[in-house]
């Protein structure tokens, strides 16, 4: 009797899929969220609020395409790839625009976008090691960032209890700030063991030694 293949020899998912549409609507967001935060020098709270309606927007794709792509079994080398980019290039356009119109200090800026970028560099770094999966705190890193970009985008001048809204804002971002240092550093350290003690680097110290027990004539 003739048996069929083996379910592990399924054809690789293709990349028009569902999940990497979310995350190519995502990369197409941001500059639109950008026009619309800086539009009036970020003075015009209809644009302000448009703006956070699309920063969430966002930020929602950003939380549903990764759920699609491993329940739906969609997930591709261009969603690897693309999916971090989307993300950064969202945080990155409201960290720059807010801090081009004064809402937040350059200095936290650069701190976050150092983080953000580095580690997305480093994943790469070591991704024929292995993979970095993201931990409980990097998940609670991208909430705190939701939540504290979220605050700064609205228009609190144009709310009443601006006071307490700009407390709740800072409190947020502070707390984002601290979780992105720390996880970034944690990251790091995380991205140096795995290259030191990956089945790979075994392999290739095994090799190395292998090649000076043996040394060719």
Not at 16 to 45: C, K, M, Q
Not at 97 to 111: A, F, N, Y
Not at 161 to 182: E, F, M, Q, R, S
Request: aromatic share 10%; no cysteine.
């Amino acid at each position: 009797m003739t048996q069929g293949p083996p379910s592990a020899a399924r054809e690789a998912p293709s990349a028009w899929n569902i999940a990497n549409g979310l995350t190519v609507l995502r990369l197409l967001l941001v500059p639109v969220f950008g026009w619309l935060l800086l539009w009036g020098d970020g003075d015009d709270a209809g644009f302000r609020w448009w703006a956070f309606a699309v920063f969430a927007v966002a930020m929602f794709t950003d939380r549903i395409d990764g759920d699609i792509a491993r329940s739906r079994g969609l997930i591709t080398n261009f969603g690897k790839v693309a999916d971090p980019i989307a993300d950064k290039a969202l945080v990155t356009m409201a960290l720059v625009g807010l801090s081009l119109l004064g809402d937040i200090p350059w200095w936290i800026t650069i701190v976050i976008l150092v983080r953000e970028w580095g580690i997305t560099v480093m994943r790469f770094w070591v991704i024929r090691h292995g993979i970095m999966a993201a931990g409980r705190g990097g998940k609670l890193k991208t909430l705190l960032q939701a939540l504290a970009l979220g605050f700064f985008v609205i228009p609190r001048f144009s709310l009443p209890g601006t006071g307490v809204l700009d407390a709740i804002a800072w409190v947020t971002l502070v707390a984002a700030l601290v979780v992105t240092v720390v996880t970034g550093v944690d990251y790091a350290i995380d991205a140096f063991r795995l290259r030191q003690t990956s089945p790979r680097a075994d392999a290739k110290r095994a090799a190395r030694a292998a090649r000076e027990e043996h040394p060719k004539p």
